[in-house]
């Protein structure tokens, strides 16, 4: 079974534009989850989507946005980018939702987007 | 406000003794709890889990040990070998409250062979 797939791996933008990165989930996992890593703050979550539904949302501000597709392919985007949003995007899947972690629905990542605002 | 907490950033131990590796939280709903290992350029990956009805759970040279009064968790890897060197997350959810993972800042494991 393939993992957990995003691209890109690695990207550079400059202050003020924005940034569309890309999430394949694990075939047949429906749920597919968001975290910002940065040094000191560990991993923060972003939001969650199953069945193309936003089902919950971390503390970022509006300029995060993401969208699930209806092959669970997800896509997050970051407008207005600020030096802050320097960061590894990872994102996770499981085959289902809820607030149980365990067996089938334990988390998997992918490697992550590494975004660089200059 | 960090839920979860690892306080040791880094810590350096040699191969075949124990590595342990801490982690408080302050928010008492929370009854699951993972551990995560992550390598450079690669995504966590799930290590072990326990839930808030055991004290204890093992799996090969990983146990987790988890004291609920205190609000503390530890990872023991026995023995440690190099590869177990890279950045371990602990992580935490509630049942009923919300359907997310707060993961604590991760403490980076240096074994030395």
């Known amino acids: 079974k393939a993992g957990v797939t995003q691209t890109p791996r690695y990207l550079i933008k400059t202050r003020g534009q924005q940034v569309t990165l890309s999430c394949s989930p694990i075939?047949?996992?429906?749920?597919v989850s968001w975290y910002q890593q940065t040094p000191g703050q560990g991993l923060q979550f972003l939001f969650e989507y199953f069945s193309e539904t936003q089902r919950n949302k971390g503390n970022f501000p509006g300029r995060f946005s993401g969208r699930q597709f209806s092959n669970s392919r997800s896509e997050m985007n970051v407008s207005t980018l600020e030096l802050g949003d320097s960061a590894l995007y990872l994102c996770?899947?499981?085959?289902?939702?809820?607030?149980?972690?365990?067996?089938?629905?334990?988390?998997?990542f992918g490697a992550g987007s590494r975004l660089t605002v200059l | 406000d960090q839920q979860v907490k690892q306080n040791s950033p880094s810590l350096s131990v040699q191969e075949g003794r124990i590595s342990i590796l801490n982690c408080d939280y302050t928010?008492?709903?929370?009854?699951?709890f993972l551990w995560y290992k992550k390598y450079p350029a690669e995504g966590p990956t799930f290590l072990i889990s326990i839930s808030s009805i055991k004290d204890k759970n093992e799996d090969g040279r990983f146990t987790v040990f988890l004291n609920k009064s205190a609000k503390h968790l530890s990872l023991h890897i026995v023995p440690s070998q190099p590869g177990d060197s890279a950045v371990y997350f602990c992580?935490?959810?509630?049942?009923?409250?919300?359907?997310?993972?707060?993961f604590g800042t991760g403490t980076l494991l240096a074994v030395q062979p």
């Open positions: 996770a899947s499981r085959e289902g939702q809820g607030a149980t972690f365990s067996g089938a629905n334990v988390l998997t």
């Open positions: 992580a935490a959810s509630a049942i009923g409250a919300t359907n997310k993972l707060i």
């Open positions: 928010n008492s709903m929370f009854d699951y």
């Open positions: 075939s047949g996992h429906r749920s």
